[in-house]
Structure formats: structure tokens, C-alpha cells
């Protein structure tokens, strides 16, 4: 597969991963997702789940199943934001590396083909994703409060690269927002 395919995720989403609705999941036929944690879920400092995120993995896991995969390597962390949202999950997983993510896919007893990976990277959790297969949603990472006024330099990075390889990454010809349903 070609670098550009391989950094193309299949759906850009407008603002954050809470913007990722049933009917949007339906609509492509999803049954399961595998999440990112770290400024896709929660802010990168943050111990806990917020009670929007906690609202919407109830209202998601009426659609479809849910699997933490983080590259993070604290237990503390992660597993705490996994148990407050009562979800499985695996740390270390090391993106784009696949073996935890294959892993949980497993573990949801799913086809790879309606198994979404969704994350904040295009460099891990797209480039992950799409090597397994999976249909892919970028979303734009939640950011600490304090965090919220710098430019994400890496994340920036990665979508200059991308691009300069062929992917589309540019918002306006790929985004999906809530409205277009």
C-alpha cells in the first residue's frame, strides 16, 4: 500500500472525538471502535474522564463496542480513565504497531472492516488503523485548557508530511460535521 493510502484517514471529523454521533457510526457500518486515549479522549495531563466523555461512551456503546488502545505506558492513568468509563483497554501499544490493536480487535470478536480506529494521529492511530484495514476517523485532539493556546506543532507536522505525500488531509474538502446528516 502506498504511503499517501496509508496516511488517508476515511473520515475527518470536525472537533472532537464527542462530535463522533450513532448515526455517523451507523452510517458506515460500524459495529465496533477502538480509541485512542491521550488528547483523543481526555487532555494529555488529565486523570479522569470528563462527564460529557462519560455521556458519550454510554450513548456510543449503544451502537457499537468500545476498546481503549493507548500508546501510554501508565497503568495508573489510563487504566483510571478505562475503569471510570468501564471499558477494556490496553497501554503500551506502541502505534503504529499493530499486535494490541489486532488484540483488541480480537477481543471484540469483530471483522476487522467494521472496527473504526479513531484517534488524534495520523503518524499512529490513521497509519495503525489503516494498515489493519480498519476505517479510520481523524478527530482534532481535546486539549488541556493550558495546553489550548500553543499550536500542535507534531500533529502539524504530520499533516504537512501527509499531504506532500498525496494524502487529503485538508480540512475543508474532508470534514464531516454533525450538520450533514
Do not use: C
Not at 502539524?156 to 487529503?168: D, K, P, Q, R, Y
Amino acid at each position: 500500500m502506498r504511503w499517501n493510502k496509508l496516511l488517508q484517514p476515511d473520515l475527518i471529523l470536525e472537533g472532537s472525538v464527542l462530535n463522533l454521533t450513532p448515526d455517523i457510526i451507523q452510517r458506515y457500518g460500524l459495529k465496533g471502535l477502538v480509541l485512542d486515549v491521550d488528547e483523543t479522549l481526555v487532555p494529555i495531563r488529565v486523570v479522569s474522564a470528563s462527564v460529557e466523555l462519560r455521556q458519550w461512551v454510554k450513548q456510543i456503546r449503544q451502537v457499537a463496542a468500545l476498546y481503549l488502545v493507548s500508546n501510554n505506558l501508565s497503568e495508573a492513568r489510563i487504566g483510571g480513565i478505562a475503569r471510570s468509563l468501564d471499558l477494556p483497554y490496553y497501554l503500551g501499544a506502541a502505534k503504529p504497531s499493530r499486535r494490541k490493536i489486532r488484540a483488541a480487535l480480537n477481543a471484540m470478536n469483530l471483522p476487522v472492516q467494521q472496527v473504526a480506529m479513531v484517534g488524534d494521529r495520523l503518524f499512529t492511530d490513521v497509519l495503525a488503523g489503516n494498515r489493519l484495514g480498519m476505517f479510520t476517523i481523524l478527530v482534532e485532539p481535546i486539549v488541556h485548557p493550558d495546553v489550548a493556546l500553543r499550536s500542535h506543532p507534531v500533529r502539524n507536522l504530520e499533516v504537512w508530511i501527509s499531504e506532500m505525500m498525496g494524502a487529503s488531509i485538508t480540512p475543508k474538502k474532508r470534514r464531516f460535521t454533525t450538520l450533514d446528516k
